[in-house]
């Protein structure tokens, strides 16, 4: 007769998961002929779901008990499932400090921030971000095992206050029109660029009225203020918030300058804000045949 004695316990009895992630029960000190023999159950599974070998999933934010049937014994593990959120601004300026304070996580794990470059920003470790540099680095954040990674832009004041104010526009809603394009609570795609930047001395050749996006358009080729399209074309890691994308008519000529019938404004992170015959809205920026990129403020 063999006879082993075992002393099973679990590597951890607190863990945590993100939300659609998957998270381990992981057992150790039992004995090795019993490996198939190890149950998991979880208290329910409403919204849950454990395996046979101790993988789990939520799908939404609960707290759950899983009870492990090992070697004779139950063990039970204390499992958070969770949506952890933090700050979704990606620009600041140069000597600004922002808080990318994670809320939300499940305190069983610590909650890391690491920048990519230092010579352009630096981060502590409770969150808080610093832009050194004009420039572009990545954050990442980790935080019940699962990290993020996204860009954040150092950006010169006068871009900064415009993106800013373009997001601040995009969250009143305006209604799109063209007819009525220049009055308050009102846009189209031309004219929210314009309201955006005008503040802050950007006004495409017009104090009282705004251009046209082809206009506007060749109005930076006079100012040199058009970036090489075979090198942006397509290449969001190329372009800074702020930047100005120009789009071809969809089908047929219009006459104007590159035949430009749209404008929209990057801010970051492979988005674009505009107005596309709705109200001002967020979208990916290659969903249309680029006529010309700019930069209006180097």
Not at 15 to 38: C, D, F, H, M
């Amino acid at each position: 007769m063999h006879i082993q004695i075992s002393n099973p316990r679990l590597k951890n009895n607190k863990l945590a998961t993100v939300l659609y992630n998957e998270g381990k029960v992981e057992v150790e000190g039992n004995s090795t002929n019993g490996q198939e023999r190890i149950i998991y159950r979880a208290d329910n599974n409403h919204n849950f779901y454990v395996s046979d070998d101790g993988t789990f999933y939520g799908y939404a934010k609960q707290t759950r008990k899983i009870y492990v049937y090992v070697d004779g014994i139950c063990l039970e593990a204390t499992v958070k499932c969770t949506d952890p959120q933090y700050r979704a601004s990606c620009i600041l300026k140069k000597g600004q400090k922002v808080s990318y304070k994670v809320s939300g996580a499940s305190g069983y794990t610590p909650v890391t921030y690491k920048v990519g470059n230092t010579k352009y920003a630096s981060v502590s470790s409770n969150g808080l971000t610093k832009g050194k540099k004009y420039g572009r680095t990545t954050l990442t954040i980790s935080a019940d095992n699962v990290s993020v990674s996204f860009n954040i832009y150092i950006l010169k004041s006068k871009v900064y206050k415009g993106v800013s104010k373009a997001q601040a526009i995009c969250k009143t809603k305006p209604r799109y029109s063209q007819a009525k394009r220049m009055r308050k609570d009102y846009v189209d795609c031309s004219s929210f660029v314009w309201k955006s930047y005008k503040p802050y001395g950007v006004n495409f050749g017009s104090k009282s009225y705004a251009p046209t996006a082809a206009d506007i358009a060749k109005w930076c080729g006079k100012k040199k203020k058009l970036l090489k399209l075979s090198t942006y074309n397509g290449k969001s890691d190329r372009l800074l918030p702020g930047d100005l994308i120009f789009y071809r008519k969809r089908s047929g000529k219009n006459g104007r300058y590159k035949n430009i019938d749209h404008i929209a404004m990057y801010v970051g992170n492979d988005t674009i804000v505009h107005a596309d015959g709705s109200s001002v809205s967020y979208s990916y920026p290659w969903y249309r045949k680029v006529a010309a990129i700019a930069r209006p403020v180097k």
